[in-house]
């Protein structure tokens, strides 16, 4: 179920570790698998123990460990909200409440249109941003008032 | 600009422009320099180590451990595999000075790790990169080719005979992985959960051999060490205290963002290079050293200088150098709330003591700060720390414990109003408008 292009950048992950090491490659291959997929189903976990040689259910806690992996099917885009104390200080807390309101859905719900999927966050490391977001586990969004994140839900079709 | 102010830098020289990153620009302002000497002239490895613990460089990551230090604990003529690593996954709320340093000086961290496994005997390297900053992984990893094509890692460095390879490795979003047997965990491929200590990594660290993780700033700091000498390094900064920090501002203040400073600046003048409080509000509080270091009080934070030994005078911790500040539109219960709230979701839940006690620190705190708090909720809270602190493998549970104690032994009154009144001393308007969301595009 991976395709030749995953598998391709998995190998290249592997060849990081030691031989004898491939598990070590688990969370890059797992955070592969969730791009190609969109979301991490439990045969993909199992696909990606298997290349790597370890137990599916290894995998399985690394997958439910750390907390970027989607376990359930998100939409097109996920956007998730620092609302930690340095970007609450500075308005993380109500641009997650912004985005609810414009969105008309809660934390960890996506909307009817399955374009949006919202998530409160911890802290990211850009405190100095705040508030901060993140799409789809990649892009970075910095100092999101709410001009900037109209713009943004504007550019996310 | 990658860094908003400095004082006497050394970190953050010459970073403006765009390819300020990229090998060609480190090497143009000296960069690279430091390792190629240590090969060329074979200096000694003890010689090395001894430069690091003349600067007294103590660790950058939140501990301050003096690096020499901890760097001679490692068996380094011992044979077989040996690592080095470092930490960059900064998650501890309010820091975020690894993300600047790894994006526009980047190849400072790969000369220090190259030169720290000189120093030990390392034969291969990780930096194990916070998840969140993808592009900043995405850009260490390109920084590693260039360095690679260049001949500063793999086989034979500078035709020295010295082999050493550096890989980044991602997190994905698990605050205890900064613990660093936690992150030699997740290297190996399995849940963040720390080791017990001992034994320490220098005897039994990743893949079970010797290794020594040190933090970003930390590994960024050494080329300059080298290069200037651990004597001078030392005096930029004060006794027991060496070199210049990057400091974390957040928080209430006009310009959030990195400063480097000597370390024994003054954190008035901090403040100011950090555009002072927003809208001249007054000073209310200061978490100095990043979530999990003892809130201080305005007018004690006023008389602290930078530095471990002050700050530690001051009641609290310099940690990783995040400077969280908050106003006089601040709620104390509700800023502790949303950090009890971070440690019960981050417990990694191996300690009883940790996973169930953040659960209930923070179900207590929300309770008080909804308005249900109870007349013995703060002694309730009190004896919970004690039962955490002390009884985990990691400091996690003291981490969660100390911002619970300090914020109630400062604002004891405050927590005491929420339980009578049943509401904030700090009205509900006035706490909007200090986050200045809604005000920012007027």
Redesign the interface.
Known sequence: MLTSESLKRIDREIA???AE?K??????A??IAQEQQGWLSTEAIECVANY?G?API?AY??AT?????DLKPVGKYKVSVC????C????G???GE?LKKKLGIGYNQTTSDGLITLKES??????????VM?IN????CSWM???EIDKLLAELK | MAILGALNPMLSVGLDGDNAWRLADYVKRGGYQALRRILEEKLAQGDVINEVKKSVLRGRGGAGFPTGLKWSFMPRSFPGDKYVVCNSDEGEPGTFKDRDILRYNPHSVIEGMAIAAYAMGAGRGYNYIHGEVWEIYERFEEALDEARVAGFLGNNLLGSGFNFDLFAHHGYGAYICGEETALLESIEGKKGQPRFKPPFPASFGLYGKPTTINNTETFASIPYIINLGGETYLEAGKANNGGTKLFSVSGHVNRPGNYEIPLGTPFATLLEMAGGMRGGRKLKACIPGGSSAPVVPAATMMDCTMDYDSISKGGSMLGSGAVIVMDETTCMVRALERLSFFYYEESCGQCTPCREGTSWLYKVVHRIESGKGRPDDLDLLASVTTNIMGRTICALGDAASMPVQSFIKHYRDEFAYHIEHKKCLVPVEVQRAGSGFFTATV
């Open positions: 990081k570790y030691p090491q598990q070590s490659a688990v969370m890059a797992l955070a790597l370890m290894a806690e690394v460990f750390y907390n970027m992996y609302t930690n104390l340095p609450m200080l500075t308005g807390v109500d641009a912004y911890e802290c990211m490391g850009a405190c100095g941003d705040a508030p993140i586990n990649r892009r970075m008032n709410p001009e």
